[in-house]
């Protein structure tokens, strides 16, 4: 196989430019020199695979405009992605007030209609332990025999208005009553609650118990006529017990126990008319968070 060899060698002569080189190519079966060494001829034998590289001088100035683009650029992503963020945590944040706020509303709202129902029922019993109270002072109280057995059937049943305070609960316990923004709004709910924890306590814990009675009813009363009054057919709490419908056995006449029958009577009332009071000012107070639960957040 025949074998080519490439020699580049320099012969300047004077005049000569000193970067023209004098190429040779030397082959067994080669009969001439090649001493034209244009810039052509070159370009032939030099692989096309061969870079010539230039040394290349930088715009300074250009740069710096480049860097300070790139920075801002960079600057710019970084602070708009600070504010989308914060824009959706705003987002978040006014999404969680509101399903608090639609939660309180609806608590309220069924609050309002047991308070009533309540209230209502008080003011009844209230009445009937009234009327108690005056057959028990009167000189005669076997005129009105089968109705003391039926008022104090009434002293042995009750009821209490229990607040939906689930959603207070979880906003107190978890902290997250800091998504009310509204500080006087949130100052009325605390009242709410604060005031119906006090009726709790005061009005609902002082209700006579009814075991308290039953030295009292087997004193005076024949159990089988006490016990017949029991409706089983009730539809509501006014209906618990039914007025007699025929004579019973007279109450008898212990003044220790009538006494006592009398001192229980009063009590009742007194526990109860207190109940309305408190009931009408959490009634009062519940209506008119209502109304700016509604204002705050549109909610119908």
């Not at 001088?57 to 405009?65: A, C, E, Q």
């Not at 600070?82 to 069924?110: G, I, M, P, T, W």
């Not at 208005?161 to 959603?167: K, L, M, R, S, Y």
């Not at 009590?267 to 209502?290: E, G």
Request: proline share 3%.
């Amino acid at each position: 196989m025949n074998k080519r060899r490439v020699r580049v060698k320099s012969n300047i002569k004077p005049g000569q430019d000193k970067y023209q080189p004098e190429i040779v190519l030397t082959n067994p079966d080669a009969h001439a020199i090649l001493t034209d060494t244009t810039s052509a001829s070159i370009d032939k034998i030099i692989p096309e695979s061969m870079e010539i590289h230039h040394t290349s001088h930088h715009d300074k100035s250009k740069g710096r405009k480049s860097y300070f683009f790139d920075f801002m650029m960079l600057f710019l992503a970084i602070t708009a992605g600070f504010f989308v963020e914060n824009q959706r945590e705003h987002y978040l944040e006014h999404q969680r007030e509101k399903q608090y706020a639609r939660s309180l509303y609806d608590d309220l709202k069924v609050d309002t209609s047991i308070i009533q129902r309540v209230t209502d029922y008080k003011k009844w019993n209230g009445e009937k332990m009234d009327s108690l109270l005056t057959i028990l002072a009167s000189p005669d109280i076997h005129r009105q025999n089968e109705l003391i057995y039926y008022f104090e059937r009434l002293m042995t049943v009750n009821d209490v208005f229990t607040a939906q305070d689930v959603t207070y609960q979880q906003l107190q316990s978890s902290g997250n009553f800091r998504y009310i923004s509204n500080n006087e709004l949130y100052k009325e709910i605390s009242d709410y609650y604060n005031l119906y924890h006090r009726y709790q306590t005061m009005i609902e814990d002082n209700i006579e118990n009814v075991a308290s009675l039953s030295e009292m009813e087997s004193s005076l009363f024949h159990a089988g006529d006490l016990s017949s009054l029991f409706n089983p057919d009730s539809k509501g709490i006014t209906s618990v017990f039914n007025r007699p419908g025929r004579k019973f056995h007279p109450v008898k006449k212990d003044d220790y126990f009538l006494n006592y029958f009398y001192i229980k009577a009063a009590n009742r009332r007194d526990i109860q008319t207190s109940s309305v009071i408190w009931l009408m000012w959490l009634h009062s107070k519940a209506i008119k968070i209502l109304s700016e639960l509604e204002k705050e957040y549109n909610l119908i």
